[in-house]
């Protein structure tokens, strides 16, 4: 409904997940929600739940190892959600660019909102990201988001939309 | 109409020897109708009965009991269990002793009303009363041993078309069931000492028998172990009933409870002690959780839903004398730490039937604190205690014998999961521990008034603190046991995964869903008896239930998700948690109810 | 008048609730979030796309608010104590059986923990009850607050239901139900928009029920209970930033051990 549009910027809910990142970025994302930034005062919480969450705020290259769960995730928060892609590993590969074992940036799998740069990125910068993120989630309709790759299916079993197997696992061969 | 009761079952028994499995059908529905029907009358009858049995009569009960003990004896000598052969030489003696003193001192003591011909009164006049007299709490443990124990006997069927054994072993096993229903029906009517002993000791009998019925090795232990606290419980009762003889004069309850002083409270001391035995009070659990070995039908009949239902009764039977006394004190307190220490053992179990069986011991221990307090509010509470615990629990252990005989299932640890499976045998389980906890069932009302009515009490028997306490922490210690198995029976996937149709057989369904009506209908009964407005918007919130099938269609809008795993694809379990004692304070609370066990006696008799 | 008490106690505890984060945040020297905050979240919540995992498990949800709606009802209709304090385990175990019901580790620890949380603090509150049916000779609330003088004849019970208030409204160090950093939310975890929103109004309600218990210390004097409530909430608060979270079991041991003890004490000492 119209009316409660409004109200999706006032409680952004974050999902912060690390797609393989060294740290850095982590630790600015917790000063961001620590007493000194205090992003609370938007209406952040961080959840840790993607069932609950609005934002997506995800942190390193994507290995090869975390990229299920990436889209796992992400296709658990329920629609509308923005993505952040916070630090330069994510949004490009950084450092670890053409690497065996990584996947150079989020956006292979999955739709990303708003790239925050920075190695690492400042606490500053996380808020700006988010504050951008808001307008977006504003915009967004309720339609279901799908990721790019590792995407299963989304079926009606009898009247019921299932969404059990929109992530899909790695097939071994894929490796 | 008594005789119905009791013959009937007897009649039932010798055809069901010689019937077909339709026919073993056909008449544990008959007994069960018939009973149900008898009982339910007799219970809304006014009028008190009493019987005098012939000499003759009483000459074949000795030698029956006689035999009884030597039969004891007997298997104490097969099974090379000393304890056996010493509790049944003690009671041989004592029994020999006390009908020794009995005739010689009451040569006169010769009744001849026959079976068949009743008085509505006692026999004053004869300055004895009779040997079987029913009264109120006779009729109201007549509804719960015909209505419930008929349904497991019928239940018991379809159970024993699933057991491998031979068929005459079969028709023996469902024979056995009938007779101890007409054993039961006699107990509780028993007024004479002598009589009750020789029921009690047919009861531990019925006990050792099914136990042992498997044959195997775990099976007979547990059934000699069953044996031999139980006759510790019947030589209680001798002792009891040859101090009874000696100062009081006599060998009937009603003429010993009206008599006074003298040794009076270490007869009735004593008695209760036996109830504490036959109730399982945590230093005897060990025979009622052995038990559980035995067929589930057993387990549900004897170990749980009539049989020791006769620890409560026979504290209530001499609840009007303890009531005041310290006994009376000493026996509440030991009900309600029996009440929180079985349920605290019972978190460390993981086979069902073994937490079913412990709680069925805390809860028995409950009434007997009820039933010990001695207030006819108390005592009215425990008999609806008792009541809507039959209900229940037979409800709890049929499912369970579903179980094991459908999903060869016996540990909680396997049942994971297991609403995907058979959803319909979970729901009566977890309906089983909803009506054993939460209201606006039966016996969740009764310990809500048990509460209020002990609160009440406070000021002039201050000990009761001790039975308060003890009631709402073990409340909550069982809330945390049913529920902690509901966790394994319930985890559920999404609900756009199909599953087989759960088909329970009809010899299994019919007998549940009788009892499903039972606690349902009771309960209701129960709270509209109570004329108690507040009580009755209690089951308000259970209206949503008419609602359910128009909101589960409304639910189909609603997108199916995986529940979360971090991420995985892989979904893991959460485990069972267990709490047990240390062997230290296992060894403290078995030593210390040992104690308290017999400081009963010690009390009866300074007191 | 009552029935537009009852009819606005989610919204009254969504402004308790709102209140208190801003109150924490000022104790850690934060400007926090807008008092309204939790109403803009509800707001929000209806506005998301709802998954769920199965009808039963969400609709459990539902009836978990709705049976705690009701209790909190009854306690301003000034019903018997015993009987809101058990219509409430009522509510619990509809939250707790909610929480077996997925086939989820989380879900089901935090179901586990809820269920311990049940058994440390239901005693506390049936004693508390029993203390004022000894001083006030009725069960029942509208009763009870036409008496005075609880606060100097339990004082004991009174510390006892101020150390289970932190377990009820999930507060450090017996925030164990919730502890996100642990088992991300415990039972509430695979609930999402719709019936999120239920389980978070249940929340509020929480702080209704328990406080309300903190009132009714006050007998007749509302002034006094006002106070009670301000002095308990502000103390919880100042609690909760100072300490970490206890284990499960430990907390439980402490409840047991100081907290039922105290109690016991109390009512021996009303008895004799």
């Not at chain 3, 001083?135 to 008496?147: E, K, L, P, W, Y």
Request: hydrophobic letters at 55%; proline letters at 4%; a positive charge.
């Amino acid at each position: 409904m119209k009316f409660f549009t409004a109200f999706r910027k006032k409680s952004p809910w974050i999902l912060h997940y690390n797609a393989g990142s060294c740290n850095g970025c982590d630790i600015e994302i917790l000063a961001a929600l620590g007493p000194k930034f205090d992003l609370e005062r938007f209406g952040v919480i961080n959840t840790g739940n993607p069932k609950q969450s609005d934002i997506f705020l995800v942190t390193g290259p994507v290995t090869y190892r975390s990229r299920e769960r990436l889209v796992e995730l992400y296709s658990q928060i329920p629609e509308p959600k923005v993505v952040i892609a916070v630090g330069s590993c994510t949004a490009t590969g950084g450092v670890f660019r053409g690497m065996y074992n990584v996947e150079d940036g989020i956006d292979q799998y999955i739709p990303v909102d708003v790239y925050v740069p920075g190695c690492a990125s400042t606490p500053q910068l996380i808020i700006d990201a988010i504050v951008k993120a808001l307008e977006i989630l504003e915009t967004k309709s309720k339609e279901i988001e799908k990721p790019f790759k590792l995407f299963g299916a989304i079926a009606m079993v009898g009247n019921k939309l299932s969404r059990l197997n929109m992530a899909t696992r790695v097939k071994h061969d894929e490796i | 109409m008594l005789l119905t009761l009791i013959l009937l079952p007897i009649a039932t028994a010798f055809l069901t020897l010689f019937s077909s499995k339709r026919m073993q059908y056909f008449l544990s529905g008959a007994v069960l109708a018939i009973g149900s029907y008898q009982s339910i009358v007799l219970f809304t009858s006014a009028e008190n009965m009493s019987f005098h049995l012939s000499s003759l009569f009483n000459t074949v009960i000795i030698a029956a009991d006689i035999i009884l003990l030597l039969y004891f004896l007997y298997q104490g000598t097969k099974h090379n269990s000393s304890k056996v052969i010493v509790l049944a030489v003690v009671q041989l003696v004592l029994f020999l002793y006390i009908e020794h003193a009995a005739s010689s001192g009451h040569s006169a003591q010769v009744v001849v009303d026959g079976l068949s011909k009743y008085t509505m009164e006692y026999d004053i006049s004869s300055g004895h009363s009779a040997e079987i007299v029913v009264d109120g709490l006779s009729k109201f443990m007549f509804l719960i041993i015909n209505i419930v124990g008929g349904i497991i006997v019928l239940y018991s069927v379809r159970y024993m078309e699933d057991e491998e054994a031979t068929l005459r072993k079969k028709q023996l096993f469902i024979a056995g069931m009938f007779l101890f229903l007409s054993v039961m029906n006699a107990i509780v009517c028993a007024n004479s000492l002598m009589l009750f002993f020789f029921l009690f000791e047919m009861t531990t009998l019925a006990s050792y028998q099914l136990i042992a019925f498997r044959n195997d090795e775990l099976s007979r232990t547990n059934a000699l172990r069953a044996l031999w606290m139980n006759q510790i419980g019947g030589a209680v009762i001798l002792a009891g009933a040859l101090i009874a003889l000696r100062s009081a004069n006599t060998l009937m309850f009603d003429t010993l409870l009206q008599h006074s002083g003298g040794m009076l409270l270490l007869a009735l001391a004593l008695l209760s002690m036996s109830a504490l035995v036959k109730g399982a009070s945590v230093p005897f659990d060990s025979w009622l959780l052995g038990a559980m070995v035995a067929p589930t039908p057993v387990s549900a009949m004897l170990h749980s839903a009539t049989m020791v239902k006769i620890a409560p009764y026979l504290i209530l039977k001499l609840a009007p004398v303890l009531g005041t006394t310290l006994l009376g004190g000493v026996l509440s307190i030991i009900g309600a730490l029996v009440f929180v220490a079985a349920s605290y053992l019972a978190l460390s179990r993981s086979v069902f039937k073994e937490i079913l069986g412990y709680s069925t011991v805390a809860l028995l221990g409950l009434m007997m604190a009820l039933a010990a307090i001695g207030t006819k509010e108390t005592m009215m509470l425990a008999m609806v205690l008792m009541l809507f615990h039959a209900l229940s629990k037979a409800l709890l252990f049929l499912a369970a014998g579903v179980l094991e005989k459908q999903y060869h299932l016996k540990s909680i640890e396997e049942m994971s999961a297991l609403v995907h499976r058979a959803p319909k045998t979970v729901g009566y389980i977890v309906l089983g521990f909803v009506s054993l906890t939460l209201p606006p069932f039966g016996l969740f009302v009764g310990k809500l008034f048990a509460i209020t009515s002990v609160a009440s009490l406070l000021r002039e028997r201050p000990l009761l603190v001790i039975v308060l306490v003890s009631m709402v922490v073990g409340s909550a210690l069982l809330v945390l046991l049913y529920f902690k198995v509901s966790s394994a029976l319930l985890s559920n996937p999404s609900d756009t995964l199909s599953a087989e149709r759960e088909r329970i057989p009809y010899g299994y369904n019919i007998p549940l869903i009788f009892l499903t009506l039972l606690i349902v209908g009771s309960g209701a009964g129960f709270i509209i008896i109570q004329h108690n407005v507040l009580l009755a918007l209690l089951a308000v919130p259970l209206t949503f239930v008419f609602v359910l099938p128009r909101v589960m269609r409304g639910m189909e809008r609603y997108d199916r998700t995986d529940p979360y795993h971090c991420g995985e694809k892989e979904p893991f379990d959460a485990a069972l948690v267990y709490f047990e004692p240390s062997v230290r304070v296992k060894r403290m609370i078995y030593w210390s109810f040992t104690l308290l066990f017999v400081s009963v006696a010690v009390i009866g008799g300074l007191s | 008048m009552i029935w537009v008490w009852i009819a606005l106690a989610p919204i009254l505890g969504g402004l308790v609730y709102g209140g208190e984060r801003v109150l924490r945040a000022r104790m850690q020297r934060r400007q926090g979030p807008p008092v309204l905050q939790p109403f803009y979240d509800m707001f929000k919540l209806l506005d998301k796309r709802t998954l769920i995992v199965h009808a039963p498990h969400a609709l459990l949800g539902v009836a978990h608010f709705f049976v705690l709606w009701f209790t909190v009802a009854a306690i301003f209709l000034g019903w018997n104590l015993l009987y809101i304090v058990f219509l409430h385990l009522f509510a619990q175990m509809l939250l707790i059986l909610a929480g077996y019901s997925v086939r989820s580790a989380y879900s089901h620890l935090g179901a586990n923990r809820e269920l311990l949380m049940l058994i440390a603090y239901e005693p506390i509150l049936i004693l508390v009850a029993v203390g004022f049916y000894l001083q006030s000779g009725s069960f029942d609330i509208a009763q009870i607050v036409r008496g005075g003088g609880y606060l100097v004849q339990m004082p004991l019970l009174f510390v006892a239901l101020a150390m289970i208030v932190p377990i009820k409204v999930k507060k450090s160090p017996f925030d164990v139900g919730e502890a996100h950093q642990e088992i991300v939310g415990g039972v509430e975890i695979e609930y999402s928009g719709l019936f999120y929103e239920f389980l978070y109004m249940s929340r509020f309600l929480e702080y209704i029920f328990i406080y309300s218990f903190v009132f009714i210390f006050a007998g007749v004097s509302y002034g006094l209970g006002a106070a009670l409530v301000a002095g308990v909430f502000l103390l919880v608060n100042l609690v909760d930033n100072a300490t970490a979270r206890v284990r499960t079991m430990h907390m439980v041991k402490i409840i047991y051990a100081v907290a039922l003890s105290l109690s016991i004490v109390n009512i021996m000492w009303i008895v004799l």
